[in-house]
């Protein structure tokens, strides 16, 4: 029965079969199965306390506000009183590539995962059909998020499906690359997954609608070409098994819309009721929905860049308005909060920034033959590459809180120069404490590039002074070490 066994309790039922199985026809000896994890019963004691948490209650005004402005219904091809019974299903396969490339090349470009796709071209496809630019899915989740500490359920028999609401939103944007950003973003606000809805609706105090479905969406993963593991002794068959359920349970959507990886293969499923949608439009659903999909993923395969989207970056407070501006001026990686020792320093360079308090300078003199400069550039290049912290600058223009913005690239601030090398012994000391003055008052712009240099000085006869310079507000003692 569905009340004991939802699509990943059959993934562990069918690989202990497996393992059992297969154990038993070699020799006949007793097979150990993995552990099991905490019983379903224990995962359900400690819903009733997490139902009135302060973290599940925070979750409260997304709801709400998700609720408050929910979209119209689908139109239907037949108007009618009756509920629409599902009882008929149309379906298309992505070839092999198109799906290798839906599972790899596609979501380096925006940080993307493959729920943001398939729902990106879903609305495309019922804003093309239907002329909506807004609708209302019921989505699936496995459930199984880990939201109460001390609990393991990932090989626990159970029905732990989570339902809630999510407005498909394709509106108010003119290329595909713009409305996948927005789903994106959408997606990511969710709190834990969208499971927190079911356990304030049915154990908390509930809320005041419950929304009207036309639309139900669940990507069930990946299965491989075996049924429970890559070890299992069973197959999927493709030979039709009749309805899946009765058909005194009604629906309480018009649609059911799933997709799930077998054999390499995205198989997309929609399953509609025969008494208030035409096959034709259905048709032209399924048809629009592999279009815009197949085109999205190959588009986004041929794009190298990569770009990060709000939800990418740690610091959370920043406007849509104050992210683009942020992201159009600098080649992006992140942004986050300075620490406290860093605020303090920050603000004293606000208050004079051709001061060289936590200006940091080392000198060191290196005797030898044969230094490779250009070695010694591609490693201090490389170092720069490495760390976040040597491509940071600092910024208080957004959302009113002094920020540290990393960037992908910033200009190295190695150089190297060739001094008179025939000057004396006392004269080449003299020229180099005169550039390290230099070096000292030319300081630091803590809002723009890279906040460490690194001049080398060729001497002549083998000898070379490195001059290394550093803002204070990037590293302490142990860093320099490292």
């Not at 020799?27 to 552990?35: A, C, I, Q, S, Y």
């Not at 005004?61 to 037949?78: F, H």
């Not at 339902?163 to 498909?168: A, D, E, I, Q, S």
């Not at 601030?413 to 404490?433: C, K, M, Q, R, W």
């Amino acid at each position: 029965h569905h009340l004991v066994v939802d699509g990943v309790s059959w993934r562990i039922l069918l690989e202990d079969l497996a393992t059992l199985y297969s154990g038993y026809s070699s020799d006949g000896t007793l097979v150990k199965l993995p552990l099991k994890t905490d019983s379903f019963q224990r995962w359900s004691s400690m819903q009733l306390a997490y139902a009135s948490s302060d973290a599940l209650l925070s979750e409260r005004p997304y709801w709400e506000t998700v609720i408050a402005d929910l979209p119209a219904s689908l139109p239907r091809d037949i108007v009618t009183e009756e509920v629409c019974n599902i009882d008929t299903s149309l379906s298309f396969t992505l070839d092999e590539m198109t799906t290798d490339l839906l599972q790899t090349q596609v979501h380096t470009v925006y940080n993307t995962e493959i729920n943001d796709i398939l729902l990106t071209g879903l609305g495309l496809a019922l804003e093309e059909v239907f002329g909506v630019g807004k609708s209302t899915l019921k989505m699936e989740g496995h459930g199984r998020e880990e939201i109460i500490d001390g609990v393991d359920i990932s090989r626990t028999l159970g029905w732990f499906t989570s339902m809630y609401p999510f407005v498909l939103d394709v509106s108010g944007s003119n290329d595909s690359d713009s409305v996948l950003v927005s789903v994106k973003e959408s997606l990511r606000s969710i709190p834990n997954k969208g499971v927190g809805y079911g356990i304030l609706h049915h154990l908390g105090d509930g809320f005041a609608a419950s929304p009207e479905y036309s639309i139900v969406f669940n990507y069930l993963g990946d299965f491989g070409s075996k049924a429970g593991s890559s070890e299992s002794v069973f197959d999927y068959s493709n030979e039709y098994i009749g309805s899946e359920m009765a058909k005194e349970n009604g629906s309480d959507v018009d649609l059911s819309i799933s997709g799930m990886l077998v054999s390499g293969a995205l198989r997309i499923s929609i399953k509609y009721s025969s008494g208030c949608y035409r096959k034709e439009t259905i048709a032209r659903l399924l048809n629009s929905y592999e279009h815009h999909l197949g085109d999205l993923i190959l588009r986004l395969s041929q794009i190298k860049d990569s770009y990060v989207t709000p939800s990418d970056v740690t610091f959370k407070g920043l406007s849509p308005s104050e992210f683009e501006q942020l992201s159009s001026s600098v080649a992006l990686e992140d942004v986050y909060r300075l620490s406290p020792l860093q605020e303090g320093m920050y603000y004293h360079w606000l208050a004079d920034s051709s001061s060289s308090l936590y200006f940091e300078q080392l000198s060191y003199r290196l005797q030898g033959e044969g230094l490779r400069t250009d070695l010694i550039k591609q490693a201090y290049d490389t170092l720069i590459a490495r760390y976040a912290v040597l491509r940071t600058s600092f910024t208080n223009d957004y959302a009113g809180l002094p920020l540290q913005v990393v960037q992908k690239s910033v200009t190295s601030g190695f150089s190297i120069d060739h001094p008179n090398t025939s000057l004396s012994a006392e004269a080449i000391d003299a020229y180099v404490s005169e550039v390290k003055i230099v070096d000292r008052s030319l300081g630091f712009n803590l809002e723009q590039g890279s906040q460490m240099r690194l001049k080398v000085l060729d001497l002549g006869g083998d000898a070379y002074e490195f001059i290394w310079s550093f803002h204070h507000i990037l590293m302490d003692g142990w860093c320099i070490s490292v």
